[in-house]
Structures are given as structure tokens and as C-alpha cells.
């Protein structure tokens, strides 16, 4: 297993490019891959272009490292959960941009976020952060998200499925993976979600980006769901948390037992990245130069 880093994790407040500045303090820690994102739908023409692809893959080779995945935003490509046929058709085309951009950047996989139901609102924008009520302002005591009556989550289901089933062969045609990253409150977020769409989908180019965080948020114990997904896990964020409201925390300073996440996965056979995913530090380079020597030492006493 190598060590990644999402440039995320220095573009404060957000992921809005440019990244290079980025890619180069990445690089400066001494990682061996890290994952580039299309945060808003003018980067995939307006930042992505030729030539900027090449002095990005300039700058990152140049360091020795690698592309671990190329990331799409999930609200780039919402029309994946409508039925609409043109609504559908015109997020494949953004989707086939994104892969466009990844096959050119030099790597073999390409992630999105599930998408959640469009016409369900929280009183937060990004659906998936809304788990506790205090989460949003101004505070009311329930945790409210608004459905509508007489919801077909049946039909939804159905329908996103087969969203993914045609981004999969986007992807299989490109030669690369498909990895789909499960959040709380989406369509596709917890271990079962994902085996279950991969029953139907049935193809080696289809996989998940497991997010340690994301699934701690979802009360499962992280080693028995490595172990039911096993060769399904195409790429690994790192984040810890709390149990309680924080899940952005630098592995070791949380409560998931690291060692045990390293065990299953080398136990199913994963050999991918491991990748840090720690967004909003005020003073990232101290927070994430630690997270790295501790995922180092875990390493180290899982190989001995």
C-alpha cells in the first residue's frame, strides 16, 4: 500500500483550483500519489486544458509521484438521479469529460460522490454533512430533511443504477475504474449500498473509494466492512473522527482502530492508495505531516 494525498488538503477554504502550489507541498512531504479534482463544472474546459494537464503532470512526475484517481464532483453530474432522458444524457457528457481529463492526467480511476435525491432539501446545501441538527444554523432540535409525499425510493433506486451502469461503461470503454465514494444521506453510502449495486452492475471496472470517515459516520466497524467489500475497494480516503460531530480528523487523533483497517486490508489483497482527504486546516502541512508519520508507523508494525 502507498501513501496519497488529495490537493484538497491545501486549497483552503475549499478545492477550487489552482492546484499547483498544491501538488508541490505534496510533493515536499514526500508522498508517492495524490488525487486531482474537477471542483466546479468550469474547470473541466476552462482550468483542464492541454496545456496545463501537461505542466500538472509535469509537476507531479517531477516529484515521482503518481495519479491515484481523478475526482468529479458530485454536483456536477446531479441529473444522474432524474428520470428525464435529456437531464440524464447531458451528466453523461460531463461525465465523459471528467474521464476525458483523467485518461489524460495519467490515471486509472475515476470517482464521484453518490448522488442523493435531488428534491430532498436539508437546511445545509451538501446533504450528506446534515447528521446532527446542531450542524446547521439556526439551530432547531429535530433533524429535518424534506421528502416528498409518497416517495418512490424504489424507482430511485432503480433509476441511479442504471445512471451507474452507463457510467461504468464510459469508463471501461476509457480503460479506467469507475469508483463510487458512499456518504450519509445518499443514494449509494454504506457497505451494503455499494455491494448491492455492484450485484447488478457487474463488472470488474466498478468500485468504491472507501472513506474511512464517511463510514465511521454511518456507525460501521471499518475492518468487517473492508472485509465483506474486499476486492471492491479500488482506492482508500483517510480521515478519522470522533463518533460524535467531527469526522475530518487527522488519522490517530480519532477512535478508529488503524491498525485494524491496515490488517483487513492487506488480509483482502489491497495494494492501492491510501490517501489523505483532511480539508479546512488552518496549518495543514503540521496536521497532515503527522497523520503521514502515524499511517507510516502502522504501516510498519502491520508488515512486521
Given at each position: ?93 460531463i461525465f465523459k469529460r471528467g474521464v476525458d481529463k483523467a485518461v489524460f492526467l495519467g490515471t486509472d480511476k475515476l470517482n464521484i460522490v453518490s448522488n442523493w435525491p435531488n428534491e430532498m432539501k436539508a437546511p445545509i446545501d451538501y446533504l450528506p454533512c446534515y447528521f446532527h441538527p446542531s450542524l446547521s444554523a439556526p439551530f432547531e432540535p429535530k433533524l429535518k430533511i424534506e421528502m416528498p409525499l409518497h416517495y418512490d425510493a424504489k424507482g430511485a433506486w432503480e433509476n441511479y443504477i442504471d445512471s451507474l ?140
Open positions: 500500500m502507498k501513501l496519497g494525498c488529495a490537493v484538497g488538503c491545501f486549497t483552503y477554504p475549499h478545492y477550487n483550483a489552482p492546484y499547483e502550489n498544491a501538488i508541490k507541498k505534496i510533493g515536499d512531504l514526500g508522498f508517492q500519489g495524490l488525487e486531482l479534482i474537477a471542483a466546479e463544472i468550469e474547470d473541466l474546459d476552462g482550468y483542464y486544458t492541454e496545456d496545463r494537464m501537461k505542466e500538472l503532470r509535469n509537476i507531479y512526475t517531477g516529484y515521482g509521484m503518481e495519479l491515484s484517481e481523478f475526482v468529479l464532483y458530485a454536483h456536477l453530474v446531479t441529473g444522474l438521479m432524474e428520470r428525464s432522458p435529456r437531464q440524464k444524457e447531458e451528466a453523461y457528457d451502469k452507463k457510467l461504468t461503461e464510459i469508463c471501461e470503454d476509457a480503460g479506467i475504474t469507475f469508483v463510487l465514494e458512499g456518504h450519509a444521506n445518499v443514494e449509494i453510502g454504506t457497505t451494503d449500498g455499494i455491494l448491492r449495486a455492484a450485484d447488478h452492475i457487474q463488472s470488474s471496472h466498478f468500485g468504491t473509494n472507501f472513506d474511512t470517515a464517511w463510514q465511521l459516520v454511518q456507525r460501521e466497524y471499518l475492518p468487517w466492512s473492508i472485509y465483506k467489500l474486499g476486492d471492491k475497494i479500488k482506492h482508500v480516503h483517510l480521515r478519522d473522527g470522533d463518533g460524535l460531530l467531527c469526522y475530518s480528523l487527522p488519522p490517530g487523533m480519532g477512535i478508529i482502530d488503524w491498525n485494524g483497517v491496515v490488517r483487513a486490508l492487506k488480509e483482502v489483497g489491497y495494494t492501492g492508495y491510501l490517501s489523505f482527504e483532511l480539508t479546512g486546516y488552518k496549518e495543514p502541512e503540521i496536521y497532515i505531516s503527522a497523520a503521514k508519520a502515524y499511517m507510516e508507523k502502522i504501516l510498519k508494525e502491520e508488515d512486521a
